[in-house]
């Protein structure tokens, strides 16, 4: 069974470039966490890659529905409704890794295209402190609050303790006993 991200790119798939024109706009303009720079002239990848990471897997579906929908492509999102719900049933496991934890894993393998989202200009080399200090800001930026919960998780599973519990999960871990207490105080000082 596909990931969340393949049937995401799937009801993409189908948008001529005029009808893709206006679910980017529908979708800048209902989601504030979405910068329109973000979506103005992205590709269909880029697309589904910034919606995942604003909002994480499960969110994502929604959102897309909602907005295939909003543009009349009705069959399109009824096909990725389905599609989603089956995936769940037969427990296909991309479809619910927490998007805190994907997130964590792209930094520490060094995914920075995954990471993009978070940094207004592109970057090559980003350390922990800095990643967790933009999701602080993205987050307060948000008006629906759906980032705060993120924030929360993206911060504890960076925990030395978290990825101890987690070795499975994780090709190797990181000390980030500094980055974590800076970016406390970073929160505490804004």
Same mark, same amino acid.
């Given at each position: 069974?596909?990931?969340?991200?393949?049937?995401?790119?799937?009801?993409?798939?189908?948008?001529?470039?005029?009808?893709?024109?206006? &679910?980017?706009?529908?979708?800048?303009?209902?989601?504030?966490?979405?910068?329109?720079?973000?979506?103005?002239?992205?590709?269909?990848?880029?697309?589904?890659?910034?919606?995942?990471?604003?909002?994480?897997?499960?969110?994502?579906?929604?959102?897309?529905?909602?907005? !295939?929908?909003?543009?009349?492509?009705?069959?399109?999102?009824?096909?990725?409704?389905?599609?989603?719900?089956?995936?769940?049933?037969?427990?296909?496991?991309?479809?619910?890794?927490?998007?805190?934890?994907?997130?964590? !894993?792209?930094?520490?393998?060094?995914?920075?295209?995954?990471?993009?989202?978070? &940094?207004?200009?592109?970057?090559?080399?980003?350390?922990?402190?800095?990643?967790?200090?933009?999701?602080?800001?993205?987050?307060?930026?948000?008006?629906?609050?759906? !980032?705060? !919960?993120?924030?929360?998780?993206?911060?504890?599973?960076?925990?030395?303790?978290?990825?101890?519990?987690?070795?499975?999960? &994780?090709?190797?871990?990181?000390?980030?006993?500094?980055?974590?207490?800076?970016?406390?105080?970073?929160?505490?000082?804004?």
């Amino acid at each position: 069974m596909a990931s969340v991200k393949d049937l995401l790119m799937d009801s993409l798939q189908e948008l001529k470039e005029a009808e893709l024109e206006v &679910f980017h706009w529908h979708l800048a303009n209902e989601y504030k966490c979405i910068p329109k720079c973000k979506v103005e002239k992205a590709k269909k990848f880029d697309t589904v890659d910034t919606i995942v990471a604003c909002f994480g897997p499960e969110e994502a579906v929604k959102v897309m529905v909602k907005m !295939l929908r909003k543009i009349n492509q009705m069959i399109w999102a009824n096909n990725l409704e389905n599609e989603h719900k089956q995936a769940q049933a037969e427990g296909n496991k991309n479809t619910s890794l927490p998007v805190g934890v994907h997130v964590f !894993l792209c930094y520490l393998n060094k995914n920075m295209q995954e990471l993009q989202f978070f &940094f207004d200009e592109p970057k090559q080399n980003i350390i922990l402190q800095e990643l967790l200090q933009n999701a602080v800001d993205k987050a307060r930026r948000s008006q629906r609050g759906h !980032l705060d !919960l993120f924030l929360r998780f993206l911060m504890g599973i960076s925990l030395e303790s978290s990825q101890n519990l987690l070795k499975g999960l &994780f090709t190797h871990s990181e000390d980030t006993t500094e980055s974590i207490a800076k970016t406390t105080e970073y929160i505490k000082k804004e």
